[in-house]
């Protein structure tokens, strides 16, 4: 491999990273908050902090509420069933002045006060992979050339690195602070490679019908619903327009049950209720193997007839539920989960350092040529990496301050929090360029605050605390939630320690 070679794969690594190092720190980012999206939908929902009954409310009690969806024409009513991480029933139906979502007592089946916020699983999570730019599908599609971007890193950073596995078991953090980001950046590189290229690679390949949409269109002459019809075996029956009753939904259930020797349902939706050719679809839980459901058992709504039962699936279809549940984690293994989480940060640290590196090693040169691309650069880095951090313990306070029902302006208490974590996020871009000598310091002191706050309005607005939610399993997502800002707040303060003691000696 010739020197000419590496020096362009060198090119191609050092530019693609200083160009998107701020989007893929973002997707990474939120992407490794939303391996734990339930339990931080459980700290920002205080009301769903329940602990799970042996036995919750059968599902002829919610038929009041497909009743109302009946009403409101509503083309489908759904209930995602209580589990260890949210035990609350989550009803949803769309009408057509928009969506409408309820949140169940899993005992009673009584309505849970409105949580007024989109927390980890409507905000964070999406974010991730659209970024919220819904418009023409342009967020998925940026996230998928970053996706691209972060390939190319990892292969060309492994091409470029010639004592690859060497530098794994190099860190001289007595020296210039360049050398020591760049061994960080290796050590993190080497150890979170494998994870970084299955992750990228797994993400990109979900999305295959977005970035891939002209093989199925051609194929099915644009026929969406003739596509997953043959290719996942998807049932569905036109409308009848006459009134129906619906049949027993626990009749069916356990009907479903049976066919697949035990398994509990994860949700379950009824098409065109109120009519009657309405179907209701009991979906298979899958949190017991990491393939994404497939096993669905559809019924005639009216009389609790089995209409169709899917059950596996072909194998090109059963090798994308294996990427697609490898991606998402919704299978139940806590050591799993954590080391996700590990390595979701490790990328962070990854794309942070490789930032950083870029920074350090042009810092002098540009100041003596007058150039002004470190301080550009600069500002976006500490804005994309601190700045993101601060907006999302901004997006926690705020949720903790807010009470509930409040709508100042005509906005609700959701879009409030959304609000509060743009406008503070661009808030930290204007503070790094602003003042670039010790912005670095400043944020870092303002993460400490923010988390500590977070934990402190926790509980001073729900009366839980560490000391208390530890000793009670149900509140453990709490309990983690709090102790983990804690940690941050103790690495950021140690973070700026450090700085200020660098910058001081300088």
């Not at 379950?268 to 393939?291: K, W, Y």
């Not at 050591?335 to 590196?357: D, E, H, M, P, V």
């Not at 029902?405 to 406008?423: C, H, K, T």
Request: aromatic share 12%; glycine share 8%.
């Amino acid at each position: 491999m010739g020197p000419t070679f590496r020096g362009a794969m060198g090119w191609l690594h050092t530019w693609t990273g200083v160009v998107l190092a701020g989007l893929l720190f973002a997707i990474f980012w939120m992407g490794t908050l939303s391996v734990f999206d339930r339990e931080i939908d459980r700290w920002m929902m205080p009301a769903t902090r329940l602990s799970l009954p042996e036995n919750p409310l059968p599902l002829d009690a919610l038929q009041p509420l497909i009743q109302e969806a009946a009403a409101e024409r509503a083309p489908f009513w759904s209930v995602l069933l209580p589990t260890d991480r949210m035990p609350i029933f989550r009803v949803a139906w769309r009408t057509p002045s928009g969506p409408v979502v309820r949140y169940l007592d899993p005992v009673t089946g009584a309505s849970l006060p409105d949580p007024g916020t989109l927390a980890a699983t409507q905000f964070l999570y999406p974010f991730h992979y659209n970024l919220h730019i819904r418009f023409a599908q342009i967020g998925s599609w940026l996230v998928g050339f970053a996706g691209m971007a972060m390939l190319v890193l990892c292969v060309s950073g492994v091409v470029i690195h010639r004592k690859f596995f060497a530098d794994f078991f190099t860190f001289r953090i007595d020296r210039q602070p360049r050398r020591s980001i760049l061994d960080v950046h290796n050590v993190a590189g080497v150890l979170g490679l494998p994870f970084h290229i299955a992750i990228t690679l797994s993400g990109l390949i979900i999305f295959y019908s977005v970035y891939f949409s002209s093989v199925w269109q051609v194929a099915y002459q644009g026929d969406r619903r003739a596509f997953g019809a043959e290719a996942f075996d998807l049932f569905d029956r036109a409308k009848a327009n006459k009134p129906g009753t619906l049949a027993s939904l626990d009749e069916m259930v356990a009907q479903a049950r049976a066919g697949w020797e035990g398994d509990v349902p994860r949700f379950l939706t009824v098409r065109n209720p109120g009519d009657a050719a309405a179907v209701v679809q009991v979906s298979r839980a899958n949190d017991d193997r990491v393939r994404a459901a497939a096993d669905v058992a559809s019924f005639d709504g009216t009389t609790g007839q089995l209409l169709h039962q899917r059950i596996g699936a072909q194998p090109v279809v059963t090798a994308s539920r294996f990427i697609s549940g490898f991606h998402l984690i919704q299978f139940r293994h806590w050591t799993l989960r954590w080391l996700y989480f590990a390595l979701g940060l490790l990328g962070c640290i990854l794309i942070a350092t490789g930032a950083l590196f870029w920074l350090e090693s042009r810092r002098r040169r540009h100041a003596q040529l007058g150039l002004r691309g470190v301080h550009i650069v600069e500002g976006l880095t500490i804005g994309s990496v601190g700045g993101i951090l601060i907006a999302t313990l901004a997006f926690f306070v705020v949720n903790r301050l807010l009470p509930l029902g409040v709508a100042p302006l005509g906005q609700g208490r959701a879009a409030l929090e959304i609000w509060a974590f743009y406008l503070v996020w661009l808030a930290t871009f204007a503070h790094a360029w602003a003042r670039p000598a010790r912005a670095w310091i400043e944020q870092c002191w303002l993460i400490v605050a923010l988390a500590v706050a977070a934990v402190l309005l926790n509980w001073t607005t729900t009366g839980h605390h560490p000391g208390r939610t530890l000793g009670a399993r149900h509140l453990w997502p709490v309990s983690g939630m709090d102790l983990m800002l804690l940690l941050a707040a103790a690495l950021a303060a140690c973070a700026a320690l450090k700085l200020g003691r660098r910058r001081r000696a300088s």
